[in-house]
């Protein structure tokens, strides 16, 4: 019976300590998992700054591109446009190749 009373006195008396050892490991398990944590976002921050900045580039591209087209009518064919002009005699014949009998 003393051995009992014993073991539990010293159970008693290590409960302290014990709990302060586990209160020590939670708080570490913690704070590597906020480490962790702050890690990953930065990381993400990262790569959405990266993502967000190529999506701006882009969107300018495209902008640059419409102005572009809205600029210069689709499917106007300019160098036959000079060359009619500058050769009427076959503008006022339809005919926009040059015959070679000429």
Partial sequence: MKRKQLSYKALIALLPALLVMHTAAADENIAAIRSELDALKTQYETRIQALEQRLNAAEQ?????????????????????????????????????????H
Wanted: glycine residues 4%.
């Fill in 61 to 101: 591209q495209l902008a640059r591109a419409q102005e572009q087209t809205s600029v210069e009518p689709a499917g106007t064919d300019y160098a036959r446009v000079d060359y009619v002009s500058a050769n009427n005699s076959y503008a006022a014949s339809g005919n926009l190749v040059p015959s070679l009998n």
